[in-house]
């Protein structure tokens, strides 16, 4: 008997140090959800980031923040793999891992234009393309101009644009301006601020 086949779930993975998670995090979320008609959107803080030299916030705080930050989108759901795991968080194998969980399923690795532009420094970044269909926000630099992704770079690559605006916003400067005791209101979630505030995070840069 030969029944219909099963659509293969479509499985969004963002990664990244969320220190703290902005609004852009979040609008990019939304988007990729929408856009991609993802089943589910896995959002993955970092455990040891291997590209930063910065020492990050404690993972349950970062952990803490983005339930907090995303606990307004659906399908969206906060996945501790890369802070249980011992080692830098490598994203190939967080693919990996997520592809031998779910045999056949569809990968999206949703990544800003910063990251996209080094992803061929990333630990087995071929490995990774294999694994996943690599899908890109425009992101918008310190002056608020919009930025332009090198095409060429991943001109081998079949990667998708997720359409939204720039944002001018990053974890960076949000960073600096708690320390600098300046209003973050516009660029974090009130639910993420007052968590901040709570448990005194950023009051250094
Ligand atoms: P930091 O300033 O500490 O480097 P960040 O704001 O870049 O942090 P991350 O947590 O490092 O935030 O980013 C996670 C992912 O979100 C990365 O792929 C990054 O490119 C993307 N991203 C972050 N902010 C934006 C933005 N404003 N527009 C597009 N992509 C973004």
């Known amino acids: 008997m030969s029944g219909a086949a099963v659509p293969l779930r479509r499985l969004g993975v963002f990664g990244g140090s969320f220190d703290p998670p902005h ?3 979040n609008a990019l979320a939304h ?3 929408e856009q991609l008609r993802l089943d589910a959107l896995h959002i993955i ?7 930063k030299s ?19 989108l659906p399908k ?3 996945d501790d793999r890369e802070t249980r795991r011992r080692g830098p968080s490598y994203t190939v194998d967080t693919l990996t891992e997520l592809a031998a969980e779910e045999p056949g399923v569809e990968l999206f690795l949703i990544i800003g234009e910063d990251q996209a532009k080094s992803l061929q420094s990333w630990h087995r970044w071929q490995a990774i393309l294999q694994l996943a269909i690599i899908c890109v926000a425009a992101r918008a630099d310190s002056s608020g101009a ?3 992704f090198n095409a060429e770079l991943l001109a081998q690559t079949p990667f998708q644009v997720l359409n939204l605006p720039p944002m001018d916003v990053s974890a960076t400067d949000i960073r600096h301006r708690l320390a600098n005791c300046q209003n973050v209101a516009p660029l974090v979630f009130e639910a993420v601020a007052r968590y901040i505030a709570h448990h005194h995070l ?4």
């Open 202 to 205: 950023y009051q250094t840069a």
């Open 45 to 51: 803080p970092t455990g040891e980031a291997w590209h």
């Open 76 to 78: 969206v759901v906060v």
């Open 31 to 33: 988007q990729a959800v």
């Open 146 to 148: 919009r930025g332009t």
């Open 54 to 72: 910065r020492v990050l916030t404690a993972a349950s705080h970062r952990l803490a923040m983005a339930r907090l930050a995303f606990a307004d």
């Open 23 to 25: 609004r852009a995090h």
